[in-house]
């Protein structure tokens, strides 16, 4: 089925560092979402974007819905241990479903 | 709140037997919930959209047959794998709507395993 593209795959950076990835599709979206996955757990949503340019935080979190519509992007400063995890992008159009990103696979140093 | 859960949290069954997953959404009711399967290392894949009270909607390449969606009440829905065969065995995932928004909420999964 169809995906976002979804940058980096993963990521092995030092506890500290700030964290950056992104999504970026070929259609428009009317909502981005972003979530977290821990190892033999379901997601768990972070952040949800509704409006084109809209920049919403959530703790050390931040993510952005593209001007264009057609990307995202989310932010993590200061990481710890905690943050390790696969992070999803997905993508609303419409009707309800999710069209998902491949991931990114974080992984932190202490 | 929007807490989602699943039962049993995984099973192991027989060729050839059917298993019964069920997700309920515990402080919200859920008119639409989605059934997901992923494979280690890899993306969540939408099986199915479930709705209460009418026919569950299965994405191309989904054998309603083998994967019966039953959505009876707006707290509970449920996934029976019919005939499982070993390459049934996945991490099952579910997740409701919550209200008119698109935010969808998880399940913690079921991790099937078919010997």
Redesign the interface.
Known sequence: GQQLNQSPQSMFIQEGEDVSMNCTSSSIFNTWLWYKQDPGEGPVLLIALYKAGELTSNGRLTAQFGITRKDSFLNISASIPSDVGIYFCAGHRQGGKLIFGQGTELSVKP | GAV?S?HPSWVICKSGTSVKIECRSLDFQAT?M?WYRQFPK?????MA?SNEGSKATY??GVEKDKFLINHASLTLSTLTVTSAHPEDSS?Y?C?A?VGS?????????T?LTVT
């Open positions: 989602v699943q639409t989605f890899q993306s969540l894949m939408l959209t994405e191309q991490f995932i997740s709507l928004s698109y935010e969808q909420y998880f399940g913690p999964g991790r």
